[in-house]
């Protein structure tokens, strides 16, 4: 029997015969790279929502402090309000109280000792400017009676000098008109006298004198 020559389609031996057939190929190293691709792309993401949020948190921090102090500055305008809403009523209200100091002036010293009629009518006159000083008073405002103080321009008015050698220069010594202040404002400046040509004032330290500060209204030196 004659021998079967070898069959090259045998799938088998071809199989056999094929070197590295059955291995597996190499990996390529494309996956690698695309993944640190995404990577980075995914810390790029990050960092800008991070850079977004930062931003939105300053601008919320913003808005907040802007929103705190619309509220102090209304909150403040409110308080203003109330303290000087009276003001244009006291200015009219004090020219009243000028009245009643001007009426008790006018009775010369003595004279209502000697006549009862006249002690009677000028105890009610001083009354009802005390009710009215103590009416102001309640409501904040408060009357300046600066005698024997130093000139401040920006409570007084200095409508005269006087030479005086005893006193400090600078020193209220005469009252012409008195003054009145609300809260903390200057309602009507005191219009006063001012001695001129005596010592210098004393400095703020000494027994709580305190010179008056530069002004165009502070009379001028000896």
Same mark, same amino acid.
């Given at each position: 029997?004659?021998?079967? #020559? #070898? @069959?090259?389609?045998?799938?088998?031996?071809?199989?056999?015969? !094929? %070197?590295?057939?059955?291995?597996?190929?190499?990996?390529?190293?494309?996956? !690698?790279?695309?993944?640190?691709?995404?990577?980075?792309?995914?810390?790029?993401?990050?960092?800008? &929502?991070?850079?977004?949020?930062?931003?939105?948190?300053?601008?919320?921090?913003?808005?907040?402090?802007?929103?705190?102090?619309?509220?102090?500055?209304?909150?403040?305008?409110?308080?203003?309000?109330?303290?000087?809403? *009276?003001?244009?009523?006291?200015?009219?209200?004090? +020219?009243?109280?000028?009245?009643?100091?001007?009426? *008790? /002036?006018?009775?010369? %010293?003595?004279?209502?000792?000697?006549? %009862?009629? &006249?002690?009677?009518?000028?105890?009610?006159?001083?009354?009802?400017?005390?009710?009215?000083? @103590?009416?102001?008073?309640?409501?904040?405002?408060?009357?300046?009676?600066?005698?024997?103080?130093?000139?401040?321009?920006?409570?007084?008015?200095?409508?005269?000098?006087? $030479?005086?050698?005893?006193? %400090?220069?600078?020193? =209220?010594?005469? =009252?012409?008109?008195? +003054?009145?202040? =609300?809260? /903390?404002?200057?309602?009507?400046?005191?219009?006063?006298?001012?001695? !001129?040509? +005596? $010592?210098?004032?004393?400095?703020?330290?000494?027994?709580?004198?305190?010179?008056?500060?530069?002004?165009?209204?502070?009379?001028?030196?000896?």
């Amino acid at each position: 029997m004659a021998n079967t #020559p #070898p @069959n090259d389609s045998d799938p088998k031996k071809n199989e056999t015969e !094929q %070197p590295g057939a059955a291995s597996e190929p190499a990996a390529p190293s494309q996956p !690698q790279s695309a993944a640190a691709q995404g990577a980075k792309s995914l810390q790029e993401v990050v960092a800008a &929502l991070q850079a977004e949020v930062d931003d939105l948190k300053d601008k919320w921090l913003r808005a907040h402090a802007e929103m705190e102090n619309t509220r102090k500055r209304a909150e403040r305008e409110r308080e203003e309000a109330a303290k000087y809403a *009276i003001t244009k009523l006291a200015k009219d209200i004090v +020219g009243v109280g000028d009245n009643f100091q001007r009426a *008790i /002036d006018a009775v010369p %010293p003595g004279a209502a000792e000697k006549d %009862p009629t &006249l002690k009677s009518f000028l105890d009610g006159v001083t009354m009802t400017e005390r009710e009215l000083l @103590n009416v102001l008073d309640r409501h904040g405002i408060k009357r300046l009676q600066p005698i024997n103080e130093l000139f401040n321009p920006h409570l007084h008015e200095a409508v005269r000098q006087i $030479p005086r050698s005893d006193v %400090p220069s600078g020193t =209220i010594v005469e =009252i012409y008109q008195a +003054g009145y202040t =609300i809260a /903390d404002r200057v309602l009507r400046p005191a219009m006063v006298g001012v001695a !001129q040509g +005596g $010592p210098k004032p004393r400095a703020p330290n000494d027994a709580g004198a305190v010179p008056p500060p530069a002004n165009e209204n502070t009379p001028p030196a000896a």
